[in-house]
């Protein structure tokens, strides 16, 4: 018998911040370990990106109700079952223009917090 479902693998995500410091200095951190499941590594970095945006979306709505944030997203790592990032060396048919709308949409999205009067 033919298997037709493929099993979804695990992908870890790690979000790429800057973060302020005691000091006031800003710093480079790691954070989260985030488990993806998905069948294939476009669809695992298509859910990763989606959770980076989400991520900026926050911290830009955070900072214009705060006016100051103490972490930055600045990117994100996408860990395969081997433990290899593969974020960056990802690539499929208009992957950029997916970006893009992805982005869009969600920068689009209602603000994550209100204003306290």
């Known amino acids: ?5 493929k099993r979804k693998k695990l992908y870890q995500y790690i979000d790429i911040a800057e973060e ?12 989260g370990g985030k488990t993806i499941h998905a069948k294939t590594d476009e ?6 990106y989606i ?25 994100f790592k996408l860990l395969n079952q081997s433990g290899e990032n593969i974020a960056a060396s990802i ?3 208009n992957k ?3 970006e893009r709308a ?13 204003k306290i009067n």
């Open 51 to 75: 959770n980076y945006r989400m991520e900026v979306k926050m911290h830009q709505d955070l900072f214009k109700l705060l006016e100051r944030v103490h972490t930055r997203p600045i990117g």
């Open 96 to 98: 950029e223009a997916i």
């Open 20 to 31: 302020r410091s005691l000091y006031g200095q800003y710093v480079m951190v790691e954070k």
């Open 102 to 114: 992805i982005e869009e949409k969600i920068a689009n999205a209602k603000p994550f917090g209100r």
């Open 91 to 93: 690539d499929f048919t």
């Open 1 to 5: 018998m033919i298997t037709l479902f």
């Open 43 to 48: 669809k695992a970095y298509l859910k990763a």
